[in-house]
């Protein structure tokens, strides 16, 4: 009989308690500044799961939730990330240690861009200092997006906005006033409050 037991012990599942699922990605829409992720975690043991430690790599993170998980208890954690201005992907990891274990967390934000610009980047060489250049803008949702206010230097440029709000382009046409050199920047602010820049050299 004895030998059976040992055979149990051996070929029993081991107990264990996790998040069931680790790893979460989100795209936002025009207009989101944050998301909030929902990981939920099952305590299958037989005793009290308590987080006392977490730790994220970015200050952009907040973690809530309920931190001691009684056994058998099914409970989840809120992650939200504030993308605000940011751009591009958004990779958060959030480490988590119980008194027994070690848990990751990750989460990827796509952030879809308000608009499109081209180029980012204008240069005028010293032979072309008075040559108008052209910047395209796209606004990817017109019926939620619009362009608030368009920021530049008027004592080094002058620009001309040709605007189709049915379709979403717009044109910005450059020139500068003088011939002096420098690093300026052109901003365009959305109606959500986010700033996109184009960098100019002359």
């Known amino acids: 009989m004895k030998y059976w037991f040992y055979l149990l012990l051996i070929i029993s599942p081991k107990v264990w308690s ?6 979460q990605t989100y795209t936002t829409h025009p207009g989101e500044k944050s998301h909030k992720f929902t990981y939920v975690f099952t305590n299958h043991s037989n005793k009290k799961v308590h987080f006392k430690k977490i730790k994220t ?4 993170t907040q973690v809530t939730g309920e931190l001691n998980i009684a056994p058998k208890e099914t409970s989840m ?9 940011k751009s591009g992907v958004l990779n958060t990891v959030i480490d988590i240690q119980s008194e027994d274990e070690k848990y990751q ?10 608009i499109k610009l081209n180029p980012r980047f204008i240069r005028w060489g010293k032979n072309h200092k008075s040559e108008e250049k052209i ?3 796209k606004v990817t949702d017109p019926k939620t ?5 368009i920021t530049l230097d008027e004592d080094q440029f002058s620009y001309k906005h040709i605007a189709s709000k049915d379709t979403g382009s ?6 500068p006033t003088n011939t002096s050199s420098g690093r300026f920047t052109l901003e365009i602010s959305t ?6 820049k184009v960098y100019l050299l002359k």
């Open 18 to 23: 996790d998040f069931d699922k680790n790893n």
């Open 57 to 60: 790599n970015c200050p952009c």
């Open 77 to 85: 954690l809120y992650v939200t990330v504030d993308f605000g201005n």
């Open 105 to 114: 967390l990750k989460s990827s934000v796509s952030i879809t861009p308000e």
């Open 135 to 137: 910047i395209n803008l």
């Open 145 to 149: 997006t619009q362009i608030k206010k």
């Open 170 to 175: 717009h044109t910005l046409k450059i020139t």
């Open 191 to 196: 109606s959500h409050d986010k700033i996109y």
